[in-house]
């Protein structure tokens, strides 16, 4: 397990870790809300754009330590899978939504990223309970996004 390293290569380990769950949001890139999102009918409480930039680095940096926390206690077992899964789906929902303007496919694609991130934490709390309370924001995050993208899809269905 990541325990047994040298401090310089557990550094090296978390970085890699803060990378790969970074990359998740770089679909986004080829996805972004432009035109057709500002169109759309929203709620009153809707979150100004400016807002998703800083949670989602917050939520980014906590899920990268939570992940490495695992790794240093058990390596790449379950929970670190389990982790993987969450992040190709956190990754497939902007191109979903924002590029293919899918906001009920998108929906069923955040459903799936929540429990993938409910599971995630569960199985992290197995292993370490500081990683699964630091998911907790991020589960919390989840579920308000995928009721805004229920209120856009039936708003705008």
């Keep these: 397990?990541?325990?047994?390293?040298?401090?310089?290569?557990?550094?090296?380990a978390l970085a890699?870790?803060?990378?790969?769950?970074f990359i998740a949001p770089l679909a986004a890139v080829w996805a972004?809300?432009?035109a057709w999102h500002a169109a759309l009918a929203k709620p009153d409480w809707n979150p100004p754009g400016w807002i998703f930039g800083p949670v989602w680095t917050a939520l980014y940096l906590l899920m990268a330590v939570a992940a490495w926390l695992v790794w240093r206690r058990e390596g790449?077992?379950?929970?670190?899978?389990l982790y993987a899964v969450q992040l190709a789906l956190?990754?497939?929902?902007?191109p979903v939504f924002f590029g293919a303007k899918e906001i009920g496919?998108?929906?069923a694609v955040i459903l799936l990223l929540w429990c993938a991130?409910?599971?995630?934490?569960?199985?992290?709390?197995?292993?370490?309970?500081?990683s699964a309370w630091m998911?907790?924001?991020?589960?919390?995050?989840?579920?308000?996004?995928?009721?805004?993208?229920?209120?856009?899809?039936?708003?705008?269905?």
């Design 117 to 130: 991130v409910l599971a995630t934490a569960l199985a992290f709390a197995r292993v370490n309970r500081a």
């Design 90 to 94: 956190n990754a497939a929902w902007s």
């Design 32 to 34: 972004p809300p432009g």
């Design 105 to 107: 496919w998108a929906l």
């Design 76 to 81: 790449w077992r379950l929970a670190l899978s």
């Design 135 to 157: 998911f907790a924001p991020y589960l919390a995050w989840v579920s308000f996004a995928a009721f805004l993208n229920f209120t856009l899809w039936r708003m705008n269905g």
């Design 16 to 21: 890699g870790f803060v990378i790969v769950t």
């Design 1 to 12: 397990m990541g325990n047994n390293l040298s401090k310089g290569k557990q550094a090296l």
